[in-house]
C-alpha cells in the first residue's frame, strides 16, 4: 500500500443554521398566540346588586340573552356596605361586552304560579337564570343593579305602544290580555303612577297584525273579575272571557277608521273606562217629563219594542219646579228615529176600573218606552217633552190592529210581546175593560210583515210565565220567550185548515193557555164508575194513535160517579157517532201472562173503537175491550157455551197439544140463554176442522175420584193448565168429513170424551 493511498481529510467551516432551533420559535409562537387568545376570548367580569340571593348559586345560575348562555355567575357575597341585598359577580362572555352600557338591564327568572297565569316554566328544567336586556345608551359599564320583575317591552318592537289612563289599577298587571271581540290581540306592558295628575298611566302594546283595529276615537275598558247588577227584573252578570275573570284585562271598542277617525300611532294617549256603560259611545238627548217624574239615573232604561235602546244618564229639577229634564244616552243605532215625531212616556204600573198596564214594572222597574214616528221624512230632534199618559192606539199606523177578549189578563199589559213560534211579530197596545166590565180587551198591532201570519182561524192564548202539567208520564213545562215570562206576552198558532184573511179590528177570544187554545176539536163526555187511573191528560188513543185527552174531570150531579170531558183533536166526526166504544187500558199482571205493562210507567189511557152511528156526545165507558172485527184470514168459528168460564180474548186453541188457532172474542147469545165465544183457526189447520169435530174446554185439570176405581187426572199440555185453551179432534173418517165453511157453529163441551183423543185421522195439510 502506498502513502497516496492514505492522504489527509479536508477540513471545511460550515455557516448555516441548525434546523434545531426552530423548535424554541415555534414553541414562542405558540405562546403568544395563546396568550393572545386568552386576552382576546377572557370573560368579563361583572358585578350585579340583588335584593336576595335566594334561587341564584355559583357556577350554576347562567346569565341568558334571547336563549343563549352569556355568563355564569362566580361568586355571590352579602353587600356589606349597608347590609342591604346580595352582590353577584358574573363572568360575561367578550362578546357581550359592546352591550355592557348603563341602561343594560339584569333581571332573576324563576317559575311563579298564580291565578294570573304561569311564568317562567322553563326554569323548572333549567333552574333559575338571570335576564338580560341589552342597552343602547350610555357608557360602559360593569356594574348594574337588579329589577326586581322584567322590564317594560321596548317600544321599538313592531306593533302598536300606546297609553292608557285610568283614576285605578284595578286588577290589572303586567302580561293582562288586551281583548278585542274576546280575541287577545295585545298585552299590558307596564304600569306606573301619575302624582301630579293622581292617575295610574298603563302602557299596553298591541300586536302588529291587529294595530290596525285602534282608531283616534277608539275607547277602552276595564273587564277585569265580573261586573254584576242586581234589581227588580233580575240579576245581570257580564264578563268578557274567563282569561279576563282569572287574569284581569282590557277591551276597546272603535269606530271605522276614515279621514275624521284616523288611525292610532305609537304613544298615543286614551282614557281607560271603568266598565262597558261608562265607555258606551251614546248620542245624548234630553226629555221633559211634566209633570215630574221618580227616574234614576244610570238605572232608568229606555225601552224600544222590548229592546233595551237608552240609559237616563242624569236628572234635574227645572227652574219652574214642576217638571223634570232627564238626560238620555242613545244607542247609535237608534238615532235616524230620534225625529221631532217621536213620542216618550215613562211605564209605570197603573191599575183602574178603566185601564190596566205596566204589571211588567213590578218585576223591571220603570222605564221610559219609545215610540218612534211613521214619519221617517220628520226634522231630527234632540229635545224631546214626555207624554203624561201612554198615547191610545192609532189605528192609522202600520200593521194589523186587533182585538183579543177575555175574562182576565193577568200579567200581559201595554208593551208585551205578540209572539209566533216564539219570535216578537207585534205589540200589546192598550188594555181597557170591556163596556159591560164583564171582559178585558187587549188591542194588539202585528206588524206590518208579519200580518200575513193571521187569519179567521187563528187561535190566541196568554203566554205569561211558565205551564207545568205532570203525569205518569212525565213532565210537562211549556215556556214562550224569556221576555214573556218577565213582563207577559200573547202568542197565537194556525190550525191545520186555513181561514180568511182578516182586516183591522177582528176581535178574537184569548184562551187562558196553549192547552185550551188548540181545543179545536169535538168536546165528547166519558162517563165513568170512578176516577181510578184517569186524570186530565189522560190521552185517548186508537190503533196506539193520539186522537185526544182528557181535559177535565168532574163528580156527577147525583154522586153516582164521574164524567171525563175529553178533546178529540183528530178526525174528531168519526169518533163521535154512535156505537163508539170507549175502555180504559190498564196494565194486567198473572200467572197466565202480562200486559200493557207500558201503562206502568206512562199511565193509563183510553182506546177507542169507532162506531157507524149518528153523531153522538155522550158516552159510557165499556168495561171490556170491544170485540175484534173477525180476521181476514184462517177459518172463523162460533162456538156456543152455556157460560164463559176461563175463556178469554186471546185464548189458544190447541189440536193435539198444538195451537192452531186462538179466541177472537166472545158475547151472549141473542136470548142471554148462552155464550157465543169467536174463533180463529190458522189458514194452515184451517183443513183439519170438519162437520163431525169436537170442541171442549182444556183448561185446568179434571180429577175423577172413585172408591174401587182410584184416582183419574185429565188435563191438556202445562200451558193449558195455567193459561188455559180450547182443544178440538175430528173422527177417524175425517179425511171423507167436508171441511166446514166460515160461521159454522159448534158446541163447546165442558170436558172430552175418552174416544175423542184416541181419533188420529189422515188429513193432508195444505
Known amino acids: 500500500m502506498t502513502d497516496r493511498e492514505y492522504e489527509d481529510a479536508l477540513i471545511k467551516d460550515s455557516h448555516s443554521i441548525s434546523i434545531v432551533w426552530l423548535l424554541p420559535l415555534i414553541a414562542i409562537a405558540i405562546g403568544g398566540w395563546l396568550l393572545v387568545k386568552s386576552l382576546v376570548e377572557s370573560p368579563i367580569e361583572i358585578t350585579i346588586d340583588f335584593a336576595s340571593g335566594t334561587g341564584m348559586e355559583v357556577g350554576k345560575t347562567k346569565v341568558m340573552y334571547e336563549g343563549i348562555t352569556a355568563g355564569v355567575v362566580t361568586d355571590i357575597r352579602l353587600d356589606t356596605t349597608d347590609l342591604d341585598g346580595v352582590i353577584a359577580t358574573v363572568e360575561m362572555d367578550r362578546q357581550m361586552e359592546p352591550l355592557l352600557r348603563e341602561s343594560t338591564q339584569f333581571w332573576l327568572v324563576k317559575p311563579e304560579i298564580s291565578l294570573r297565569g304561569i311564568t317562567g316554566l322553563e326554569t323548572i328544567v333549567t333552574g333559575n337564570y338571570?335576564?338580560?336586556?341589552?342597552?343602547?345608551?350610555?357608557?360602559?359599564?360593569?356594574?348594574?343593579?337588579?329589577?326586581?320583575?322584567?322590564?317594560?317591552l321596548d317600544t321599538q318592537v313592531p306593533g302598536l305602544h300606546l297609553e292608557l289612563r285610568a283614576d285605578d289599577l284595578g286588577s290589572l298587571h303586567v302580561d293582562a290580555p288586551v281583548l278585542y271581540k274576546k280575541v287577545v290581540v295585545g298585552s299590558v306592558t307596564q304600569y306606573r303612577l301619575v302624582p301630579d295628575q293622581d292617575e295610574v298611566s298603563i302602557s299596553v302594546h298591541i300586536e302588529e297584525e291587529y294595530a290596525h283595529l285602534v282608531s283616534q276615537q277608539t275607547r277602552f275598558w276595564n273587564v277585569s273579575g265580573i261586573e254584576a247588577s242586581a234589581d227588580l227584573s233580575g240579576i245581570q252578570v257580564k264578563t268578557e272571557s274567563l282569561l279576563s275573570v282569572i287574569q284581569g284585562g282590557i277591551t276597546f271598542d272603535t269606530p271605522p277608521v276614515t279621514e275624521a277617525n284616523p288611525a292610532a300611532g305609537n304613544g298615543d294617549v286614551y282614557p281607560l273606562f271603568p266598565d262597558y256603560e261608562a265607555a258606551r259611545r251614546g248620542v245624548e238627548a234630553t226629555i221633559v217629563f211634566r209633570p215630574p217624574k221618580s227616574l234614576e239615573p244610570g238605572a232608568t232604561p229606555v225601552m224600544l219594542n222590548g229592546f233595551q235602546v237608552g240609559l237616563v244618564q242624569a236628572v234635574e229639577l227645572r227652574d219652574d219646579h214642576r217638571s223634570v229634564q232627564a238626560t238620555v244616552s242613545f244607542d247609535p243605532r237608534v238615532v235616524p228615529y230620534l225625529t221631532k215625531a217621536t213620542r216618550f212616556w215613562l211605564v209605570e204600573p197603573q191599575i183602574s176600573l178603566q185601564e190596566v198596564s205596566g204589571l211588567d214594572t213590578?218585576?223591571?222597574?220603570?222605564?221610559?218606552?219609545?215610540?218612534p214616528a211613521p214619519d221617517t221624512e220628520a226634522a231630527a230632534s234632540r229635545e224631546f217633552v214626555a207624554l203624561a199618559q201612554p198615547p191610545k192606539v192609532d189605528y192609522q199606523r202600520p200593521g194589523l190592529h186587533l182585538k183579543l177578549e177575555s175574562p182576565e189578563l193577568s200579567s200581559v199589559s201595554r208593551g208585551s210581546p205578540v209572539l209566533y213560534r216564539q219570535v216578537q211579530v207585534g205589540q200589546v197596545q192598550a188594555v181597557s175593560l170591556a163596556e159591560a166590565g164583564t171582559r178585558v180587551i187587549?188591542?194588539?198591532?202585528?206588524?206590518?210583515?208579519?200580518?200575513?201570519?193571521?187569519?179567521?182561524?187563528?187561535?190566541?192564548?196568554?203566554?205569561?210565565?211558565?205551564?207545568?202539567?205532570?203525569?205518569?208520564?212525565?213532565?210537562?213545562?211549556?215556556?214562550?220567550?224569556?221576555a214573556s215570562i218577565l213582563q207577559g206576552g200573547v202568542a197565537f198558532y194556525n190550525p191545520e185548515e186555513s181561514g180568511e184573511p182578516v182586516r183591522n179590528g177582528h176581535v178574537f177570544n184569548l184562551y187562558e193557555d196553549y192547552e185550551r187554545a188548540r181545543e179545536d176539536g169535538l168536546v165528547v163526555r166519558i162517563h165513568l164508575p170512578s176516577s181510578e187511573g184517569v186524570e186530565q191528560g189522560t190521552l185517548i188513543k186508537y190503533q196506539g194513535f193520539v186522537v185526544g185527552e182528557v181535559r177535565r174531570l168532574s163528580l156527577k150531579e147525583d154522586l153516582g160517579g164521574m164524567v171525563a170531558e175529553a178533546v178529540l183533536t183528530q178526525h174528531p166526526q168519526r169518533f163521535a157517532v154512535e156505537g163508539t166504544r170507549f175502555w180504559l187500558v190498564q196494565p194486567q199482571l198473572g200467572f197466565t201472562g202480562s200486559a200493557h205493562l207500558e201503562t206502568l210507567i206512562k199511565g193509563q189511557y183510553f182506546q177507542v173503537q169507532p162506531g157507524a152511528g149518528p153523531t153522538r156526545y155522550e158516552f159510557q165507558a165499556a168495561l171490556e175491550p170491544a170485540a175484534a172485527p173477525p180476521p181476514s184470514e184462517g177459518l172463523n168459528l162460533v162456538l156456543v157455551a152455556p157460560r164463559l168460564s176461563s175463556i178469554r180474548q186471546g185464548l189458544r186453541i190447541y189440536y193435539r197439544d198444538i195451537v192452531v188457532g186462538e179466541v177472537t172474542g166472545y158475547e151472549l147469545g141473542p136470548n142471554a140463554n148462552e155464550v157465543l165465544v169467536y174463533a180463529n183457526i190458522e189458514p194452515d189447520y184451517a183443513t183439519l176442522v170438519r162437520e163431525g169435530t169436537r170442541f171442549w174446554n182444556a183448561s185446568g185439570v179434571n180429577i175423577d175420584v172413585g172408591l174401587f176405581s182410584g184416582a183419574s187426572i185429565?188435563?191438556?199440555?202445562?200451558?193449558?193448565?195455567?193459561?188455559?185453551?180450547?182443544?178440538?179432534a175430528t173422527p177417524d173418517a175425517g179425511q171423507t168429513l167436508s171441511p166446514v165453511p166460515d160461521g159454522t157453529r159448534f158446541i163447546l163441551h165442558a170436558e172430552a170424551e175418552p174416544e175423542w183423543l184416541n181419533w188420529a185421522p189422515q188429513i193432508p195439510l195444505p
Do not use: C
Open 362 to 371: 213590578l218585576l223591571k222597574g220603570k222605564y221610559v218606552e219609545m215610540e
Open 442 to 482: 187587549a188591542d194588539i198591532t202585528v206588524e206590518p210583515r208579519y200580518a200575513d201570519l193571521v187569519n179567521s182561524h187563528s187561535r190566541f192564548w196568554k203566554a205569561s210565565g211558565v205551564s207545568v202539567t205532570g203525569s205518569l208520564s212525565g213532565l210537562k213545562i211549556r215556556t214562550e220567550s224569556l
Open 130 to 152: 338571570i335576564g338580560l336586556k341589552v342597552g343602547l345608551s350610555g357608557d360602559k359599564a360593569n356594574h348594574f343593579t337588579a329589577l326586581d320583575s322584567p322590564p317594560a
Open 714 to 728: 185429565k188435563t191438556e199440555s202445562l200451558e193449558a193448565i195455567l193459561a188455559g185453551g180450547i182443544g178440538f
